[in-house]
């Protein structure tokens, strides 16, 4: 699961996609008033920027995306969307741009109504065309990032509809699902790690292994289990090479990149023959797409504000809606080569359809018990011609990347490494006064070394419960 990238930013001119050619789609600063001289239309469409040039990127919480559907940071249940060409996408931009110090006529917010071409991702591009697109897949919260991660391992937020990045978590999630069905299951992470926040879970050491040291040794030996789940890289490291997650304002070649190198591990490997590659967004990230996200049903009763969250900032929301639609990618020799699906989809999909695939009866929540999976496009027999590799297309990186050592984190970064040091502290092991890491390789070392000791703590707790 990567982040942050709506349909239309990545794939909106996809040939046979349901993308930006379906327009014209635009919008402007303003939507309440007319376009002008000092209203300007943008539209939808120009070539997309690879990192950010102002700014930390488009707003994405759940108040950011209300003004982006709706021009209102609060809206009412069952309130009707704005046509799509009065949408607040540009009007949204322009705050965050202002939030970070970027005002007046200096302010570009094209950005976030721009498009990539084919092929200037050349791995996702090459993904798609040789495997299944598909291009009516929703994330489940008109939000940030953390809640719909959790979604995809449990199929409800518990109520978080804002980032939380190490609260306790006790729900059910697919992973126990899969071991009580006598099915195996990893985490391979980088520095960042959500499914740690699972205290059901959180105590199985070995289920947690560090992606670069691990994840291609397992594939090359045979020995990946039966459910993996990857997290990119959040934080540039010196050691382990720049962002992979494709947050904004990073670079996103890097992410394209992983996308080729875990497609080579696992085509080289041999368990090929029996997988499924499934690579997906989080949430749109702010920008523009033009599709109308479908009502929702809550998964479990829970509204946002969750239970304990006495944050003044915490939204109000009753996770009766999806969020905008996000690329998705289904890989495996069992794929068609060149298909643009259609089926309506979301994150809670793919648990619906790794049950089908195993055998595991029952669902998580109401979200996932809603959910269409998509089993029907498996083939009746594995193909023989998918590409060995896509390491030969994957894109070239800017002449001279940041360095990490020197490279201020940006926001989001400081809002996780901060999170996660409230949260391990208290830890035998814990950084009480510690300075908080300033520079992206400070981040990641600092996350993969505390995520990594809070999940040495908890497992030994389990062992002496």
Same mark, same amino acid.
Request: net charge negative; glycine share 8%.
């Given at each position: ?167 306790? @978590? ?105 997988? @499924? ?79 089908? @695939? ?108």
């Amino acid at each position: 699961m990567l982040e942050n990238r709506a349909f239309d930013h990545l794939f909106g001119r996809w040939p046979g996609a349901a993308g930006i050619g379906t327009g014209p789609w635009s919008n402007r600063p303003n939507p309440a008033l007319p376009a002008g001289a000092g209203n300007r239309v943008i539209a939808a469409g120009r070539p997309a920027q690879f990192s950010v040039a102002q700014g930390q990127g488009p707003g994405h919480s759940l108040e950011d995306t209300n003004v982006q559907l709706f021009t209102s940071r609060v809206v009412a249940p069952g309130a009707v969307l704005r046509a799509v060409n009065d949408r607040g996408f540009v009007e949204n931009y322009l705050q965050a741009l202002a939030a970070d110090g970027v005002r007046g006529a200096v302010a570009d917010p094209s950005a976030v109504m721009q498009t990539f071409t084919t092929g200037q991702l050349p791995a996702l591009s090459a993904l798609a065309q040789n495997f299944v697109l598909c291009d009516q897949w929703f994330a489940e919260v008109p939000g940030p990032t953390m809640p719909n991660r959790l979604y995809m391992h449990a199929a409800t937020s518990a109520g978080w509809a804002r980032n939380e990045w190490s609260v306790a @978590l006790d729900s059910v999630t697919i992973y126990e699902q899969l071991q009580q069905s006598g099915h195996t299951w990893a985490v391979y992470f980088s520095d960042q790690n959500e499914v740690a926040q699972y205290s059901r879970i959180n105590t199985q050491r070995a289920n947690f292994k560090l992606y670069e040291s691990s994840f291609a040794a397992d594939a090359s030996a045979g020995r990946l289990p039966h459910y993996s789940f990857i997290i990119p890289r959040f934080a540039g490291s010196a050691a382990d090479g720049p962002v992979t997650s494709m947050h904004p304002p990073q670079d996103v070649r890097p992410g394209d990149q992983l996308a080729a190198e875990v497609y080579a591990a696992l085509r080289g490997g041999p368990q090929w023959p029996q997988c @499924l590659y499934v690579l997906t967004f989080d949430e749109h990230g702010g920008y523009f797409d033009h599709a109308d996200p479908p009502a929702a049903v809550n998964p479990d009763g829970i509204d946002s504000p969750a239970p304990g969250d006495t944050a003044a900032f915490a939204p109000a929301f009753a996770f009766d809606r999806l969020g905008l639609r996000v690329p998705t990618l289904l890989v495996s020799p069992y794929l068609p080569a060149g298909l643009v699906y259609s089926k309506p989809l979301q994150h809670t999909s793919l648990l619906v359809t790794v049950r089908t @695939l195993f055998g595991i009866k029952g669902a998580l929540t109401r979200r996932d018990a809603a959910a269409a999976g998509f089993e029907e496009l498996f083939l009746d027999t594995p193909r023989s011609d998918t590409p060995a590799t896509l390491l030969a297309g994957a894109a070239a990186l800017q002449e001279a990347p940041i360095d990490p050592t020197r490279a201020a984190a940006d926001d989001f970064m400081r809002e996780m490494a901060g999170q996660w040091r409230g949260a391990t502290a208290a830890l035998p092991s814990g950084t009480v006064g510690a300075i908080a890491p300033a520079t992206q390789d400070e981040v990641h070392r600092f996350l993969r070394s505390e995520i990594q000791a809070f999940l040495d703590f908890r497992a030994r707790q389990g062992i002496s419960a």
